[in-house]
């Protein structure tokens, strides 16, 4: 591109190939010239690289290196090769822009006229690799009235302001093809200069040029883009999209590109005007105007609003290139008006709020005493999915299907507390000697009511339970990851066994960590399914909030970096960009960690009649007594117990899964029959809970409950 110019303005490097002839004696006769500075950056790039997570495949090894001679430095550098110096140099673009979208940027083709405010944006542009090629067309040279915005050197005074581009991006990544057309743009020259390109950004000072290139554009149905350094203000034109739109949006009228040659700086003024908005314009820049060719020869330019040109410009190319919205039409990125608008920030929310009090158990008696201890009885999400009612010497616990959930499938988990809330009220009534009859009644989809009838009655094991059921509760804690004992596991397995369950438990270190990491990639599928993602989060109580019912933050137990990572995970915008990524492997951490320091992970199951059965919900709620005797067994043997809910725990069918999270039904299924092998659950057998349980540090924060209507009158 450079016939005629002299050496001087060289701008693009050669590469050498060490193992071809004719190039090792090229570099050899470099070598043997003093004046030339030898510098190998492999090794200290491929250190690099090996830091690097996640790379993509690059397909290239040692034979891609290439050796660059830069002529206007005097130096030779070795490089690895162009897809390996591109993944280094652009990992830190990631994620805001992904591999994908940078493979897809690769492919614009960009033309810019004008290299002042173009130099900002060519060199933006190369910077962050949202381009394949750049094509650049000035005929100025460098002056020193142009380093108050471009980012030249006195060295490049009399250079060329295209080639001065073309050599910094050149020193930035040598394997970017650059193009420079030195006589700027012409009738002549047009067509060649627009040929193959994506995008045309136009920053010349000629306004007849810049109504030839629109027509041209426009004629080849390529996007024109400009920036307007003063307040910010940036121009796009969809001629992509919009092929009979008039250029400059029609604020011209019916002028025609030939009709601005040759005008005069004075004649000119009107068409600035209705371009450029005189209204619009800043203070400054508008009583500056009055003063040109009288106290200033030119227009003013600031260097920082030329950079965020290029900022603004290389936003617009990403859009047009990875198919986002951009319509035709301008804004302001304005920063004076942004500076105007400061304003204190709002106080971050309190993540880490004191405990309250733990609340006093009930030392309530008679009908009101089994209320409270039924009411206590566990619930995912502490929903507390059921109504209680006495009447007639009967207390009635129904399920409330309005407090279920996606992952409620069925209302299998629903009918699992109804259960548990059942033989709560079972054991109060026996302590308080009013323990009778009780049945289970099913109906349709959702109906399920457990009845316990008050008269004078107790049974011993149901009597010692009571105190155990008051102060049952979950705990989050870190264990110490020591092992539990087959004593304990034994214990277990008699007590789920008594009540009409099982119990199957591992506790060897690589079944932990294999049951931790099937847990983690479940909490990930939450996440990231909008649907359960939503619900999770309704299911939390932040400060303030009522913590009655859900699940109050504190109980959770988090560090306070895991709080963070809780409160950017609440956003469902953010999850919705992890998924588009298929990321967030870092969303099981906490469960993750958690199991990792458990002395055992362990599942209460029973013998499920099929899915669909009218007995199935009455079989769920009578595992819902099994787990309540295994829970206060557990914590007699002196283990922290913590419930675990994976998406696919009330799923019994492929089918099922795919109501619950469509995107990921394969992968629950299969992390549900690994898991499920893991722990040696028959094929028979329904999953009643999945517990965690270790040895820690007790709590300090309960889930508290709804208050009980009537309760306070009954007898």
Request: glycine share 8%; aromatic share 4%; proline share 6%.
């Amino acid at each position: 591109m450079l016939i005629g110019r002299p050496e001087s303005d060289a701008y693009r490097p050669t590469l050498l190939n060490e193992y071809d002839r004719t190039d090792a004696a090229a570099l050899a006769r470099l070598r043997a010239d003093r004046r030339i500075e030898f510098s190998d950056l492999r090794a200290a790039l491929r250190a690099e690289l090996d830091e690097l997570l996640d790379l993509p495949e690059l397909l290239e090894g040692k034979e891609a290196d290439r050796w660059v001679f830069y002529p206007w430095r005097r130096t030779v550098i070795a490089l690895p090769g162009p897809r390996t110096l591109r993944a280094i140099r652009l990992d830190r673009n990631r994620n805001k822009v992904t591999h994908a979208e940078q493979d897809l940027l690769a492919r614009q083709r960009i033309g810019i006229v004008g290299l002042s405010v173009g130099h900002a944006v060519a060199h933006t542009l190369a910077v962050e690799g949202v381009c394949g090629l750049l094509r650049l067309a000035d005929f100025d040279d460098l002056e020193l009235t142009n380093l108050n915005r471009v980012p030249g050197t006195l060295l490049d005074i009399g250079v060329n302001k295209a080639v001065v581009a073309a050599r910094r991006i050149a020193e930035i990544d040598p394997y970017l093809p650059v193009e420079v057309f030195h006589e700027g743009l012409n009738a002549a020259n047009m067509d060649a200069f627009l040929d193959g390109l994506s995008i045309v950004v136009e920053e010349c000072d000629s306004l007849d040029i810049k109504f030839a290139v629109r027509e041209a554009a426009r004629d080849r149905r390529l996007p024109v883009l400009m920036e307007t350094s003063d307040r910010g203000l940036l121009d796009v034109e969809r001629f992509d999209l919009e092929p009979d739109r008039s250029p400059f949006h029609g604020l011209l009228g019916d002028v025609r590109a030939a009709d601005l040659a040759g005008l005069t700086t004075r004649e000119k003024a009107p068409f600035v005007a209705r371009i450029l908005d005189a209204h619009s314009l800043s203070d400054r820049l508008a009583a500056s105007m009055v003063e040109v060719g009288e106290t200033l020869s030119s227009w003013p330019q600031l260097g920082s609003e030329v950079q965020l040109g290029g900022a603004s410009i290389a936003a617009a190319v990403r859009r047009i290139g990875m198919g986002l919205k951009l319509p035709s039409g301008r804004t302001r990125i304005d920063l004076e008006q942004c500076l105007d608008e400061l304003a204190e920030p709002l106080p971050a929310e309190d993540l880490s709020w004191p405990a309250e009090p733990e609340e006093r158990r009930s030392t309530s008696s008679g009908v009101t005493a089994v209320l409270e201890c039924a009411q206590l009885a566990p619930s995912g999400g502490n929903t507390q999915p059921w109504t209680l009612a006495v009447a007639d010497h009967t207390v009635t616990i129904s399920l409330a299907p309005e407090r279920s959930s996606t992952m409620d499938i069925g209302f299998r988990a629903s009918a699992l507390s109804v259960g548990a809330a059942l033989h709560n009220a079972r054991s109060a009534a026996s302590a308080q000697d009013l323990l009778g009859a009780s049945e289970l009644i099913t109906g349709g989809p959702g109906a399920l009511t457990a009845v316990l009838r008050l008269e004078s009655g107790s049974d011993s094991g149901l009597t010692r339970d009571y105190p155990a059921l008051l102060a049952r509760h979950t705990n989050r804690q870190l264990g110490t990851g020591a092992p539990m004992g087959r004593a304990a596991g034994d214990r277990l397995a008699a007590a789920a066994k008594a009540a009409g369950g099982n119990f199957r438990w591992v506790s060897a270190r690589p079944a932990v960590e294999s049951a931790a990491d099937l847990l983690a990639k479940s909490d990930r599928a939450r996440f990231l399914t909008p649907r359960l993602h939503e619900e999770m989060f309704s299911e939390l109580r932040w400060p303030g909030e009522d913590p009655r019912s859900g699940l109050d933050v504190r109980t959770l137990l988090l560090a306070p970096d895991e709080l963070v990572k809780l409160d950017i995970g609440r956003r469902s915008d953010v999850m919705a960009r992890v998924r588009s990524w298929s990321g967030g492997n870092a969303l099981g951490e906490s469960i993750r960690d958690r199991v990792l320091s458990s002395s055992a992970v362990a599942v209460v199951t029973f013998d499920a009649p099929p899915p669909g059965d009218p007995a199935e919900l009455a079989a769920y709620a009578r595992a819902g007594g099994v787990l309540q005797k295994v829970w206060v067994e557990a914590e007699r043997c002196g283990l922290a117990v913590h419930p675990v809910s994976p998406v696919f725990l009330f799923a019994r069918s492929p089918e099922e899964l795919r109501t619950v999270s469509a995107e990921f039904a394969d992968t629950l299924a299969s992390l549900q029959g690994r898991f499920l092998d893991l722990l040696g659950v028959p094929e028979q057998e329904a999953a009643a809970l999945v517990l965690r349980l270790s040895y820690a540090a007790d709590v300090t924060v309960r889930s508290r409950r709804l208050p009980i209507p009537g309760a306070d009158t009954c007898g």
